[in-house]
């Protein structure tokens, strides 16, 4: 479970407050995926990383009582200076698991060859992506966190493989997505929100949540 109560986040842009939510709270409950419609530059990230709790809200309280997985594409648990190895190896064990099954998994899916065995500072931003979604893929959780915005992979055969995991792992999961595009959410959401000037507009149904959106969109 994750429950924000009252839960408030802003940013100074420089110019002006930007606010993310405002006294926001609502509860993303074992069973019951959930889909947030935002626009670009509205907040989904934000909110993405409070639940995994690399951000802190300014106000409130987020509570989670479940494991909850690390953004999908989030890259900024990897240690540059050290080598692929190194840092799965570390992470398996943050989370209780045998560093060498998760080592060979991650060596399996992300086919970084030599390269697996270098600096991560030395990767391009799609080896680094294939790394982090393996790492996501190596370790069950009971909620996964997707944001739209994160870095992906053009790499077509990772692609493939780790996109079969994914749907499998999702189907047994509970799913928190973010996104602008209603159809994203259609594929795993039966609930939805729509996040609109710091305020979310909780539904039952994503159809409910989709027309509040277009009808904001249209505005």
């Known amino acids: 479970m994750i429950a924000f109560e009252q839960v408030s986040k802003s940013f100074w842009t420089g110019t002006r407050r930007k606010v993310i939510l405002d006294q926001a709270s609502f509860r993303v409950e074992l069973g019951q995926s959930m889909g947030i419609l935002a626009g670009n530059g509205t907040g989904k990230t934000t909110i993405i990383n409070m639940m995994a709790g690399l951000e802190k809200p300014d106000e409130g309280r987020i509570i989670t009582t479940s494991r909850i997985s690390f953004p999908l594409g989030f890259m900024g648990g990897l ?3 050290h080598t692929a190895t190194e840092n799965v ?3 398996a064990r943050l989370y209780s698991l045998d560093p060498d099954y998760v080592e060979s998994f991650c060596r399996w899916l992300c086919g970084l060859a030599e390269y697996f065995d270098m600096p991560v500072g ?3 931003q799609g080896m680094r992506a ?4 393996a790492l996501l893929l190596a370790i069950e959780f009971d909620i996964y ?12 055969e990772f692609n ?3 996109g079969t995991l994914l749907q499998d792992r999702l189907q047994k999961a509970t799913v928190v997505v973010v996104s602008h595009d ?3 959410l259609e594929r795993f959401c039966s609930t939805a929100a729509v996040l609109r000037d710091g305020r979310l ?3 039952e149904t994503l159809q409910e949540a989709k027309r509040l959106y277009d009808y904001e969109a249209d505005r």
């Open 79 to 81: 240690v540059t200076r």
């Open 89 to 91: 190896r570390y992470i």
């Open 122 to 124: 030395t990767y391009s």
């Open 130 to 133: 294939r790394l982090s979604f």
């Open 145 to 156: 966190l997707i944001d739209e915005g994160m870095p992906g992979t053009t790499d077509a």
């Open 160 to 162: 493939r493989k780790a």
């Open 182 to 184: 209603a159809k994203i």
């Open 201 to 203: 507009y909780m539904f």
